[in-house]
Every structure is written in structure tokens, then in C-alpha cells.
């Protein structure tokens, strides 16, 4: 027999369901999460509680316990449970928290952006990397498209966070090229033909280019006057470099009497010597020429007595110490500037013939290569002469006595050149002036001449050693 219940009591039974329901939900404690019951964190943030309450009719429940299984340093998805115990119910709440990274990398290009590029070359990466806030260096990852006039830089994270730059190529060259000239400014003699030196090209795009170098020049070897030669190139950009180099004609020099006698004199003037020797070129109706350094202010006056008297004044250097005035080609004429400044001021002019320190083949400047073999060069392309000797005394060296710079001096003349004699009128230097009546007498009793050395007397140089 089947059974049915009546609607009366299905009705019944319904309203006790209702009032158990109803007792229930009175009774047992209820969990409401405030907030967000699904929060979305970026990472590097962290979560900020947003509250919750625990309701009941009976009393205030404490044992509400709190865990969570959140790991910040990682993406993913994470549990903030919620639980309490009542009567043997088990009450529990969850709040879902999601981190996640919605930070793009950055894509740091390294060089030039747009970068210049020659037209007939192709762009050389210049470097890139790409960091990312989440998972750090991604320089590795980047692909890297090159189209030729752009190149586009693409990363993508893990967590799909992508990034494209661009860098631009432009492809066009506007530096003009480079000549480098061997030597400076020329002189020539009138009548010799020109040669030059030399050149070399660069461009930064076509390298060297020194057969496509245009030379021309104005030079009448035939004429004194000042000239000029040209030197044109032109890149495959069409940029263009022109420099010129002067060339001057000039007179050609005395080529120097056989038989004739310069005396020179290194380091004066000197307060004990020069005026004594003075006196005896004097006597002797014999000029002379005088190297002079820089001394005390006081013997200005025999600078201006060897110019008044008829000699030669001529430029050795102000300081004369060789670590100073060979340090480099500006020292050294700074120094030679020094000395010729002061002798202008005395004598009323600019004296353009000179001695180094240590002659022309001294090895005192070998401290710094090559600084010889480069002034030697630019002494003349300023305007200057410089004389070495081909006779010594001695008598700054080996000389011992007046005899030994008189044998020294005689010994090493002859009629077939002309004679540049080194001596020194420094301080106390008997040992020359003692001998150089009998030197003088000598030259005269045997036919040589004496005479000063001029800016048209023949240079007298020794091999450069540095």
C-alpha cells in the first residue's frame, strides 16, 4: 500500500525544515568576508586585509583562525581560508588572491638610436638588453628583426607581457674626409724643382683614399714669392676636403767660402769673459758670433755691445737645461721664444739663426724620441736657421788648458770648407781666452778670413741622432 502524505502534512514538514533552518542559521556562527571575495594583486604588492565578521546569537566567538598560503615572490593562485569551530561545526570562508605581473619588460638599446650608418656598409649591432621586473634579465629572449632601415626588438615575459622598440637606421655619410699631410710649409732655392712630401686620405666610409687625392699647385720655381699646393678628395658621399701646404721660393744661401773662419760662442754673455774677448776681436778687426743664453739682467749690456761692435747675436736658449727644452716641440719654443723676445728688446730686431742645446746630434734629448728629428723640421718651416760646427775647441769637454783649445782649433781648419768653430764664452773660461789671439793669428798668418755667420751663410748640420 503506497504511502501519501497529505498536504497538511507536507506542510508540517516544511515548516519544520523552516525552523531548523532558521535555528541553524541563529545559532551556528556565520563567516562574511568583506571585500572582494576574488583580489587581483600586482606583484611586488602585497595583500592589505580587507576585514570579515563573525556573527552568532549566543556569544562573541574567538577562535576564528586565519591562514594562508601566499607566496609573493611567485605568480599564481593563491588561499586566505578562514575557519572556526562551533559545536562541532566546522565554519570556513575563502578569499581567492591572484598575483599577478602585468608589468611590461624594458628593452634598453645600447648606442645610437637613430644610429648613422655609411651607404655602403651595413649597420653593426651596437647592443641591447631587455630586463624584466619579474623575471630579470630577458636579454637572451629578445628577437631581434632587421629591416634594414629599422630593426625591431620584440621580448615577452612569462607572463605574457610583450614589448617592441625600434631602432631606426639611417643610412647616409656627411663626414667629410681626412688629408694628412707629410711635413709642413717648404722652402725651396730658386731654380730647384718642387718635391713634396707625401699625403695619405682617410674617410670614414671609403677608408683610405689617397689615390683619388687632386694635387695642384701654383709654384713658379723660377720666381721668389710664396705659393701654394692643393690637395683636393672627394668621398663616394660627394663630401669634400681641401688643404693647401705653402711653398716659398726663395733666394738660394751663400754657399760658403772655402777658407773662411766663423768663430762662434756658446753660453755667454759672461761678466769675467765676453768683454775681455771683446776687446781682442776688436783689436784684432775680427767679428765673431755669439749664441747667447739668458743671464742676469745686468750683462744685457754686452748682448748690445756684440751687436753694436758688428758681430752676429745669435739664439741658444733661455734656460739651457735639456729635460725642460726638450720635453716637447712647444717647450722647446717656448724656451727659443723666451730668448728671442729678450734679445729683440736689446739689440732692436729679430734674430732668426740659432744653435740647439747640445748641437743639433746631441743625445741628451733621447729622453723623448724623435723630438731632433722633428724640430730640425720645424725650426725652418718658423723661419729659422740653425748652425751646427765642424771645427771644436774643446773647451767645454777635453781641452785642459789654452794650448789644448788652440791645437784643438787648428787641427780641424781647412781651406777647403768653411770653418764654424765651436767655442764657449761662459763664465771663467781662461782656457779660451787665452787662446784666442794665437787662434786669430793663425787664421790670418795662414790666409783664412773671418767673418760672422749671416741668415745667407750655408747651414753646417750634424746627423740628427734622436
Request: proline share 2%; with cysteine; glycine share 6%.
Amino acid at each position: 500500500m503506497k504511502f501519501v502524505l497529505s498536504y497538511k502534512y507536507r506542510f508540517i514538514v516544511f515548516i519544520i525544515i523552516l525552523v531548523i533552518l532558521f535555528c541553524y542559521f541563529l545559532v551556528v556562527p556565520h563567516i562574511i568576508l568583506k571585500g572582494k571575495k576574488q583580489v587581483i594583486v600586482e606583484y611586488g604588492n602585497t595583500y592589505e586585509e580587507e576585514g570579515f565578521k563573525v556573527f552568532t546569537i549566543f556569544k562573541h566567538v574567538d577562535n576564528l583562525k586565519i591562514t594562508s598560503n601566499i607566496n609573493y615572490k611567485k605568480t599564481g593562485k593563491y588561499e586566505i581560508k578562514y575557519e572556526l569551530s562551533f559545536l562541532g561545526f566546522k565554519i570556513k570562508k575563502i578569499r581567492i588572491i591572484n598575483i599577478v605581473d602585468r608589468e611590461k619588460p624594458v628593452i634598453n638599446l645600447k648606442g645610437n638610436n637613430p644610429s648613422v650608418v655609411c651607404p655602403n656598409k651595413h649597420y653593426e649591432e651596437e647592443g641591447y638588453e631587455a630586463l624584466d621586473n619579474y623575471d630579470g634579465d630577458l636579454s637572451d629572449e629578445i628577437e631581434r628583426v632587421d629591416n634594414h632601415n629599422n630593426i625591431l626588438y620584440t621580448v615577452k615575459d612569462s607572463s605574457n607581457n610583450m614589448t617592441v622598440i625600434e631602432r631606426n637606421i639611417i643610412y647616409e655619410d656627411k663626414e667629410a674626409p681626412v688629408i694628412e699631410l707629410n711635413g709642413g710649409d717648404k722652402t725651396i732655392y730658386l731654380g730647384n724643382i718642387y718635391h713634396d712630401d707625401g699625403f695619405k686620405a682617410l674617410d670614414n666610409c671609403d677608408g683610405d683614399i689617397t689615390s683619388k687625392v687632386e694635387v695642384s699647385n701654383n709654384i713658379n720655381n723660377n720666381k721668389i714669392g710664396e705659393y701654394e699646393v692643393t690637395y683636393k678628395v672627394t668621398d663616394s658621399s660627394n663630401n669634400i676636403t681641401e688643404v693647401k701646404r705653402k711653398v716659398n721660393v726663395i733666394s738660394p744661401p751663400d754657399k760658403g767660402q772655402a777658407g773662411v773662419i766663423y768663430l762662434t760662442f756658446d753660453d755667454g754673455p759672461s761678466a769675467s769673459i765676453t768683454p775681455k774677448l771683446l776687446d781682442i776681436l776688436k783689436q784684432e778687426g775680427v767679428v765673431a758670433t755669439f749664441f747667447v743664453i739668458n743671464h742676469n739682467n745686468s750683462l744685457n749690456y754686452l748682448i748690445k755691445r756684440e751687436n753694436d761692435e758688428g758681430h752676429a747675436v745669435g739664439l741658444h736658449s733661455y734656460t739651457h737645461n735639456y729635460k725642460q727644452v726638450y720635453a716637447s716641440e712647444q717647450a722647446y719654443f717656448n724656451d727659443l721664444n723666451a730668448i728671442s723676445n729678450k734679445v729683440e728688446k736689446i739689440i732692436g730686431y729679430k734674430t732668426k739663426i740659432i744653435r740647439f742645446p747640445g748641437g743639433g746630434s746631441n743625445t741628451v734629448s733621447r729622453f723623448n724620441p724623435g723630438i731632433m728629428s722633428r724640430l730640425s723640421v720645424e725650426v725652418h718651416n718658423k723661419g729659422y736657421k740653425y748652425y751646427d760646427w765642424n771645427v771644436s775647441s774643446g773647451d767645454a769637454g777635453g781641452a785642459k788648458n789654452s794650448n789644448d783649445v788652440y791645437k784643438n782649433v787648428i787641427s780641424g781648419l781647412s781651406k777647403n770648407k768653411a770653418n764654424i768653430v765651436l767655442l764657449h764664452d761662459f763664465e771663467n773660461n781662461t782656457k779660451t781666452l787665452n787662446a784666442l789671439k794665437d787662434i786669430i793669428r793663425y787664421g790670418k798668418n795662414n790666409g783664412y778670413r773671418f767673418e760672422k755667420i749671416t741668415f745667407s751663410t750655408a747651414e753646417v748640420h750634424h746627423s740628427i741622432n734622436n
